[in-house]
C-alpha cells in the first residue's frame, strides 16, 4: 500500500510541475502566467518572446537604445533571472526566435546582405550557421521532429530540413482561398506533428472602428493531405496562435470594444473557449514537461515523419 501511494504522489508532483506556462509581450515587457490566466509576473524588459518547451528559458528580442535600433537575440533562465545575449551572431538585426522541441536550438530571421534569411544558434551560443534556400523567408515554426521547420515568403509555405532543403510545399492562395500572409504572419507546429495552425489575412469586409487591416482568420493546414480548414468564422478577429497541446490552443483577438489585444484560449471544437488575459502580444506555451509526462504514464503521441524530398520549383 505504501509503495502504491508513493508512486501515486510522484505521478501527482509530476503532472502538477507538467502544467504550461505562457509567455507573453506587454508594453514593451516579457510577462508570464499560468496557463489558464493566473498568477501573472513581470519578467525583464524585451520583445517577441518565446518560452522554451520544457518551461526553463525564455529567448526574446533586446532592442538598442540609439537611432540604428539595432535587434539582438538574448536568453533568460527564468529560474536564476540570469540574462544572456548571443553575441555569436553577426548581424546587428535579428528577431522572432523559435526554440526547437528540445529546448537546445533557436530558429530565428537575420538581416544579411541587404535581405532576410532564417538562422540557426544553439542555446550556449554557439553553432551558428544560415540555413540555405532561406532568403526573404518568414516566421520559422519547428516541426514536432526537431529535424525540419516551417516558414513562408508572403506566397508559399515551405516545410524544409535544416539544410535548406524543400520536403513540401504549398501555394498559399492554393490552400486558403480569398487569404494572403505578411511578414507578420506567425505559424506553429502541432505537438503530434500533425498539423500547422496559423493565423491569415483574409480578403473579407469588417465593420470595426478600431481595426483598419484586412481581418485575421485562424486556419489548420493537414500536413499529411495538404488539406486545410477555418477554424474561426468570419467576423472574427483572431491572430499568433500558439498549440497548448494537439486540440487546444492560445491566441489574440480584439474585440468590437477592445483597443488592445486579448489572450484567449480556443480548440478545434470550439474557437473561443474563454478569455485569459487583456494587453497581450506575442504569446508563447512551454509543453515538453507535459508531452513527457503523457509519454511516461503509457499514452500514444503520434508523430508523422517528413514524406519524400520535393524539387523547390516544382513541389506544389
Known sequence: MRIYLFLFVLIYCAVVQAKPLIAF???????TANIDGTNAKKITQGYIPEISPDGKYIAFNLVEKSPSG??????????????????NIPSENNFNPVWSPDSKKLLFNTFINSNWHLALIDRNDSGYRLINNTENEYSPAWAADGKSFFSHDLDSIYWLDLQGN???????????????????SRMNSSPNGKMLI???????????????????????????????????????????????????????GQEINEKTPSLHRGSLKNPSEGLLLHNVQTPSVSRQAALEQQEKSGLTIEKSGPPLFEDRKTAG
Open 70 to 87: 539595432n535587434r539582438y537575440l538574448a536568453i533568460i533562465e527564468l529560474e536564476s533571472g540570469k540574462i544572456t545575449q548571443l553575441k
Open 166 to 184: 524543400v520536403i513540401k510545399k504549398w501555394q498559399i492562395n492554393s490552400i486558403i482561398p480569398r487569404g494572403s500572409m505578411s511578414s507578420a
Open 198 to 252: 496559423m493565423d491569415v489575412d483574409m480578403d473579407e469586409t469588417i465593420h470595426r472602428k478600431n481595426w483598419d487591416e484586412p481581418p485575421l482568420a485562424l486556419w489548420v493546414l493537414h500536413l499529411d493531405s495538404g488539406k486545410t480548414n477555418r477554424i474561426t468564422p468570419k467576423g472574427m478577429l483572431a491572430w499568433s496562435p500558439f498549440w497548448i497541446d494537439s486540440d487546444t490552443y492560445v491566441f489574440l
Open 25 to 31: 509581450e506587454r508594453y514593451g515587457f516579457i510577462w
